[in-house]
């Protein structure tokens, strides 16, 4: 059974930060790319970070240097630290592997705003 459970959105003002959980299924978790996804409403989903079963990294420009994706394999569980926060940032956040699976969990919402 495929489990993706995103928590820890929230409203935070510019600047700001908010650390996000997935917690994934143990065989999605441990022999895939997983990445962290972000949409707003009338735009197509993007991946803004990803990372493999070897801890190798990646993310969209648009959050280089502001946002760490890791992963804790024991609490099948992956993060996504977001700093320096924009209002750009405000979507709902998604976790999936990479390629996605046709199943996607609820999102998290993230608003940015002061």
């Known amino acids: 059974q495929v489990q993706l459970v995103e928590s820890g959105g929230g409203l935070v003002q510019p600047g700001g930060s908010l650390r996000l959980s997935c917690v994934v299924s143990?065989?999605?978790?441990?022999?895939?790319?997983i990445g962290w996804y972000r949409q707003v409403p009338g735009k197509q989903r993007e991946l803004v970070a990803r990372?493999?079963?070897?801890?190798?990294?990646s993310y969209a420009d648009s959050v280089k240097d502001r946002f760490t994706i890791s992963k804790d394999n024991a609490k099948n569980t992956v993060y996504l630290q977001m700093n320096s926060l924009k209002p750009e940032d405000t979507a709902v956040y998604y976790c999936?592997?990479?390629?996605?699976?046709?199943?996607w969990g609820q999102g998290t919402q993230v608003t940015v705003s002061s």
């Open positions: 990372i493999n079963y070897g801890d190798i990294t």
């Open positions: 999936n592997r990479f390629p996605t699976l046709a199943y």
């Open positions: 143990d065989s999605i978790l441990r022999f895939t790319i």
